[in-house]
């Protein structure tokens, strides 16, 4: 019988709104830190072999949530460097269950901003006849969960997603750093 394979740890899990920035900040970020980079909405494509609207349609968005709940338990148990989550992940309380204990980015941004970088995508949950307005629905039910998931919050609207990667870097430095044992 072999050994078991040690557990490896992310060393940062961004959530966020879709239009955030996750991806882009993510990719730029793991560089930054010399690790590898994985996005689990583009994971739940590699293993399905299928778009994420091509499951919400034919599966239905329950059953997209419990794939993307095991692809990102799996990953969270994986994957040691940078992890970006599909906006509706944390919704999922085993996934939030999940996070507890990681190093969780919480990628801020305004329902305007947002909207405006997903407006001629493809999304299926902000499809229908007022687009907007479904965005800022959806944003404003789930800033509860984000906020309270996250370890800290970086303002995905705060410069170039370079810069944006730079302020998590200084806000991870500054978590890592370890307490001073007292001398007392």
């Known amino acids: 019988m072999s050994p078991a394979a040690p557990q490896r740890r992310p060393v940062a899990v961004l959530i966020g709104f879709m239009g955030a920035g996750k991806s882009t900040v993510g990719r730029i970020l793991a560089d930054r830190l010399g690790v590898?980079?994985?996005d689990t909405d583009a994971e739940i494509v590699r293993i399905s072999g299928r778009e994420i609207p091509e499951i919400f349609t034919a599966e239905g968005p329950a059953r997209f949530r419990e794939i993307?709940?095991?692809v990102v338990l799996d990953v969270l148990r994986s994957h040691?460097?940078?992890v970006a989550l599909g906006g509706g992940a944390v919704m999922t309380p085993a996934v939030a269950d999940g996070l507890q204990g990681h190093r969780v980015v919480y990628l801020r941004v305004t329902a305007d901003d947002g909207f405006a970088r997903v407006r001629d995508s493809d999304r299926p949950?902000?499809?229908?006849?007022?687009?907007?307005?479904?965005?800022?629905?959806?944003?404003d039910g789930r800033h509860e969960t984000y906020t309270r998931t996250g370890t800290f919050a970086v303002d995905a609207a705060a410069g170039a997603p370079g810069d944006v990667a730079d302020a998590?870097?200084?806000?991870l430095?500054?978590?890592l750093?370890?307490?001073?044992a007292s001398t007392t």
């Open 177 to 180: 750093v370890p307490e001073r």
């Open 80 to 82: 040691g460097g940078v």
């Open 68 to 70: 993307e709940r095991d």
């Open 168 to 171: 998590i870097l200084a806000e």
């Open 125 to 139: 949950l902000i499809a229908g006849d007022d687009p907007q307005r479904r965005y800022r629905e959806l944003l």
């Open 36 to 38: 590898d980079f994985v």
């Open 173 to 175: 430095a500054r978590t």
